[in-house]
């Protein structure tokens, strides 16, 4: 396997927690809590976990949008958080986002062309006359026509927003695209035509994708590769068939029994999700998942599992293909029920 286009070591972002008539610190919320992860050329990775796992908070701190507490975002080997003035924005050339609500993250006071053309003009690429024409382009690629170029985002249903969300994100070539929760404001029939514009791209372009939704259904139908997120860290990764037909911690098991389907394969021994997430500010000594797991041990109360490949999978992890890694310490025999399951 050639060398990853991202890669993301131990990377953490805390928030303060204030409280009293004095705003003083009472806590720390750690919403990004060492988290690794890779991401190859062309490739879609997949993130998913319930809400306020962290998911955004990791898509925005890739991209610098906030800034990381600790640790290293490698984008072809050059360390994004460490970052600074021009080597900065140049790399933010390279990585680009899609948000989640079309609606708000269109400026509406300017029209569809200016908006498609400001990150050119930000970065100076090329001259007014090549940036007109690649708007042009850009447009028709996202489906919609020049006459668009003269009219404001308010004139746009929320499907047409989000492809103008995509021809901006798309406006400087980025290689890389963080698209945030990019369908979950839409219509479910309008869902559909934006991600199959989304999985076109991606061939046409050589794009790799860093797809953040809480629905798996929509993961399963773009990733390449699957990143289950609990409370601020990845639980399970891994090739998304593999994730979808084997899953291997708990956590990943009960959000399947989530998904309504009619497709035998997907009926798995149930696991019920019992009570509340604990709270990102607890600091807890072992297992985040531990208090609402049915397979818990006294042992997963004593230490943090490492993310390690699945028995079957070891040859995978020695060989440079992309391994199935879990953070349980009975993953195996886990694994295994799934199989026996499936
Ligand atoms: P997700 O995208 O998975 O829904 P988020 O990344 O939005 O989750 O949030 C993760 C956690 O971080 C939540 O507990 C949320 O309340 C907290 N959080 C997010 N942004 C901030 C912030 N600016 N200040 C304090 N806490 C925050």
């Known amino acids: 396997m050639t060398a990853p286009l ?23 919320v750690r919403a990004v809590a060492g988290v690794d992860l890779t991401v190859h050329a062309g490739q879609t990775l997949g993130l998913v976990g319930e809400s306020g796992c962290g998911k955004s908070t990791l898509g ?49 006071r300017l029209t569809v062309g200016e908006i498609v053309r400001e990150p050119m003009l930000v970065h100076g690429m090329g001259s007014k006359a090549e940036q007109v024409e690649r708007v042009r382009e850009l447009l028709a690629t996202v489906g919609l026509g020049a006459d668009a170029l003269q009219r404001y985002p308010s004139e746009f249903s929320g499907g047409q927003r989000q492809r103008i969300g995509v021809a901006r994100a798309l406006s400087l070539n980025p290689r890389l695209v963080i698209a945030d929760e990019p ?13 199959n514009l989304m999985v076109q791209l991606q061939r046409e372009r050589g794009l790799a ?11 399963e139908h773009v990733s390449d590769v699957v990143a289950i997120m609990y409370l601020g860290r990845i639980v399970e990764m891994g090739p998304v068939r593999r994730i979808f037909d084997q899953p291997a911690h708990p956590y990943t098991r009960a959000l399947m ?56 999978d070891a040859a995978a992890a020695a060989n440079g293909t992309q391994p199935h890694v879990v ?9 295994a029920l799934a199989v026996a399951a499936g």
Do not use: W
């Not at 890739?62 to 958080?81: I, K, N, Y």
């Not at 994708?209 to 993961?219: K, Q």
């Open 60 to 108: 925005r701190t890739l991209m610098r949008l906030e800034e990381p507490t600790s640790g290293q975002v490698l984008f072809e080997g050059r360390d994004l958080a460490q970052a600074r003035g021009d080597e900065l924005f140049k790399l933010r050339r390279e990585i680009q986002m899609v948000f989640q609500d079309p609606y708000s993250s269109l400026n509406p």
């Open 183 to 195: 369908v979950s404001a839409l219509d479910v029939s309008v869902q559909s035509q934006v991600l």
């Open 327 to 335: 953070a349980c310490i009975r993953r195996d025999e886990i694994a």
């Open 257 to 312: 029994q989530a998904i309504p389907s009619g497709n035998p394969r997907q009926r798995r021994a149930s696991v019920p999700l019992a009570g509340e997430a604990p709270s990102p500010m607890a600091v807890l000594p072992g297992c985040a998942f531990a208090s609402r797991c049915p397979y818990a041990t006294d042992a997963c109360r004593q230490a943090p599992p490492a993310l390690e490949p699945v028995a079957v």
């Open 209 to 219: 994708y860093v797809f953040i939704s809480h629905d798996l259904s929509v993961v």
């Open 6 to 28: 991202l890669e993301i070591r131990d990377l953490h972002k805390h928030y303060p927690v204030r409280g009293g008539i004095f705003s003083r610190t009472v806590g720390t």
